[in-house]
């Protein structure tokens, strides 16, 4: 988003009070934040932002793209800060293609401090736009592509249709405590 919403919260579907829900696949994202020995990281801070059901961003410049009409109940953007396990959820929708980006994602941001330790992109698995997409075409070894795939699972007991998906991510190196003391000071 080129400004960030009032509502920063990690249920992208309600903004604030409001009654009315985001229009999408509702989806439970779930995971874990693991440095590179498999430990999770406490007090990491998960950003997340995606277009909306009708494939516009939370931004000015697709909002006024000719033919769009931006879905003013979906937060767009989310945050949360991770347990001592590691654990993050959100709830939002499945992605979507929009023009441009035949890939539907949701776009990832990991943060601990005041340091910016991951940019991504959480990808769908299977989905046929995949093969196209500039930008996961961008990671050109065939692990790293599969390393940003993820289910989006049916919840077999939901009457609404709502999915899940569970990501894991593993950071190559996190800031310890004398890093972070360092960036203070």
Known sequence: PDKLPLDQDNDLLIINDQLTPAVGTVTNLTGRVLNASGSPVKDATIEIWQCDANAVYLHT???????????ANFQGFGR??????????FRTIKPVPYPGRPAPHIHVK??????????????????????????????????????LMADFKPLPDSKIGECAC??????????????????RS
């Open 110 to 147: 990991v943060k601990r401090g005041d340091r910016e330790l991951l940019t991504t992109q959480i990808f769908v698995r299977g989905h046929e736009g995949n093969a196209s997409d500039g930008v996961l075409s961008s990671a050109r070894d065939l692990v790293d592509r599969e390393l």
């Open 80 to 89: 949360f800060t991770t347990n001592s396990e590691g654990e993050y959820r």
């Open 166 to 183: 569970q990501f894991d991510i593993v950071l190559g190196r996190t800031p310890d405590e004398s890093d972070l003391r360092r960036e």
């Open 61 to 71: 410049a697709d909002s006024r793209r000719k033919g769009t009409q931006r879905d």
